[in-house]
């Protein structure tokens, strides 16, 4: 078993739409947990840390949920620009070590 | 923000060639820096992890006498891929934090090696 799963997708979303998917991880140590966006051939950028409280972030909103281990995403409005993978991370609090998942792939379109 | 620069961008070399791959902090002292290996739509992957002035620390199933990490300055970390191989193509991606549990990492913008 990965130790953070996601669904691949594509997601093909309206622009304008509402979008949402989730990611679960089976590490139930850890600490931290985090939203990246990656572009094509493009180095991860931090999106959003997510807190157990949730957390949004103009369109985006996190969810986390530690007793049944996933984290969500919400993106409303969606707009061409969002079209990109997000990466869900897991961080452990030793080391800072960061676990990555395989990503999904959010295509928006006219 | 933190600005993590990697060089090179992209190299292209013979199988049978060793490639070094710097990375580098330009605004901030990284106690610590990470290696991440990235194959064709899949995910990043965690090669090793190097505090400035000791031995990395690599993850398991990562050869370490084939991926040779140097930090030795907190703005320099760098990683030598000895013996190239076809397989050894990848994008490598380092990234770079302050120090600290929990302390946010910042990722250069990768290296692209293709080894013919």
């Known amino acids: 078993r990965k130790e953070v799963e996601q669904d691949p997708g594509p997601f093909n979303v309206p622009e304008g739409a509402t979008v949402a998917f989730n990611c679960t991880y089976s590490n139930s140590a850890s600490q931290s947990f985090f939203w990246y966006r990656q572009d094509c051939r493009k180095e991860p950028k931090l999106l959003m840390s997510v807190y157990s409280s949730g957390n949004e972030d103009g369109r985006f909103t996190a969810q986390l949920n530690r007793a049944s281990q996933y984290i969500s995403l919400l993106i409303r409005d969606s707009k061409l620009s969002d079209s990109a993978t997000y990466l869900c991370v897991v961080g452990e609090a030793a080391g800072n070590k960061l676990t990555f998942g395989g990503g999904t792939r959010v295509l928006v379109k006219p | 923000g933190a600005v993590v620069s990697q060089h090179p961008s992209r190299v292209i070399c013979k199988s049978g060639t060793s490639v070094k791959i710097e990375c580098r902090s330009l605004d901030f002292q990284a106690t610590t820096m990470f290696w991440y290996r990235q194959f064709p739509k899949k995910s990043l992957m965690l090669m090793a992890t190097?505090?400035?002035?000791?031995?990395?620390?690599?993850e398991q199933g990562v050869e370490k006498d084939k991926f040779l990490i140097n930090h030795a300055s907190l703005t320099l970390s760098t990683l030598t891929v000895t013996s190239a191989h076809p397989e050894d193509s990848s994008f490598y991606i380092c990234?770079?934090?302050?120090?600290?549990?929990?302390?946010?990492?910042?990722f250069g913008p990768g290296t692209r090696l293709t080894v013919l």
């Open positions: 990234s770079a934090s302050g120090g600290g549990a929990m302390d946010e990492q910042f």
């Open positions: 190097s505090n400035e002035g000791s031995k990395a620390t690599y």
